[in-house]
């Protein structure tokens, strides 16, 4: 009778030691995933640090590319200002010139009359002095300075006139500088913002119209200054930036995302794996306690 119940006492704690044994098992194998799962992720977190780095380079060099971009296309819309500035300044200034000379024209032959008039008189006068009659000396001293006179306010007058000439001839070369910024400028703005053949049409047909306002002397045009505040057309250099810019951005946004995720799995798992560390040596322990138990007994 003692020895059966010693008996069944032994198969009892046998059971014990083997159902701790298999959840020790169990508790081994979950511990030894977890640590998989932790180092799976750890690898995962590194690699997603690189490449949000990666990202982060990419995104610091297109957001520098589109400024450059962007400055650039500033100094071109500003160099337009000026040029349309300097083009309106100069019609006017040619305008004024050319009005200028008009008039000084116009004194010269007024001043030959009025010398024809003098010279004459003092012919006269001079004549009458010759042949006896009785002519004052001062009148004909009057009337000979006064045809002097006259004589070099023509010169003088055809001095001017000849200026007035150098400068509108240096107004139209100005001119002809201006139109050449002017052209030059708009293909430059055209070639950075625009790019479909409408683009290329217009500014075409625009460079046009401004020689042929300068051959008409024509105010000057201010395309430019209209066409500069257009959205740049699809498939523009500048707009290859902003996308690549934007793209950039998208990239290093979706990146950060996923690292962040990636810490979180992390954290998570390696809490789940010290929870697991903890059941499992809680076994392993009382196994060695009911071993110890069992042979003291």
Not at 138 to 148: C, F, H
């Amino acid at each position: 009778m003692g020895q059966d119940r010693r008996i069944s006492t032994n198969n009892k704690k046998q059971e014990e030691f083997d159902s701790l044994s298999a959840k020790i098992t169990r508790a081994t194998y979950k511990v030894d995933q977890l640590t998989a799962i932790v180092s799976s992720l750890t690898d995962k977190q590194g690699s997603f640090e690189m490449a949000l780095s990666r990202a982060d380079d990419r995104r610091s060099t297109t957001e520098a590319d589109l400024n450059m971009v962007k400055a650039l296309v500033a100094g071109v819309k500003e160099m337009g200002r000026k040029v349309e500035r300097v083009a309106q300044q100069t019609s006017d200034a040619n305008t004024e010139i050319i009005v200028a000379a008009k008039r000084v024209s116009e004194l010269i032959n007024s001043l030959i009359y009025s010398v024809e008039v003098i010279d004459r008189l003092a012919l006269v006068i001079n004549k009458k002095q010759a042949s006896k009659k009785l002519i004052s000396a001062e009148l004909v001293a009057i009337a000979n300075t006064a045809s002097a006179d006259a004589n070099k306010a023509i010169a003088l007058t055809l001095t001017a006139l000849e200026s007035c000439h150098i400068t509108v001839v240096s107004g139209t070369e100005a001119g002809s500088i201006t139109l050449l910024e002017q052209v030059r400028n708009l293909e430059l703005f055209g070639f950075i913002v625009g790019d479909s053949s409408d683009d290329t049409k217009t500014i075409e047909k625009e460079i046009r119209a401004i020689k042929n306002s300068s051959e008409k002397e024509a105010p000057p045009s201010t395309f430019f200054g209209r066409y500069q505040e257009r959205a740049p057309a699809k498939g523009s250099l500048q707009k290859l930036f902003e996308d690549a810019s934007q793209g950039a951005i998208a990239g290093y946004s979706k990146d950060q995302e996923a690292l962040a995720r990636v810490k979180r799995e992390l954290i998570q798992a390696e809490a789940n794996l010290v929870s697991a560390r903890v059941i499992r040596d809680s076994l392993k322990a009382g196994l060695a306690a009911a071993t110890a138990a069992a042979l003291a007994a």
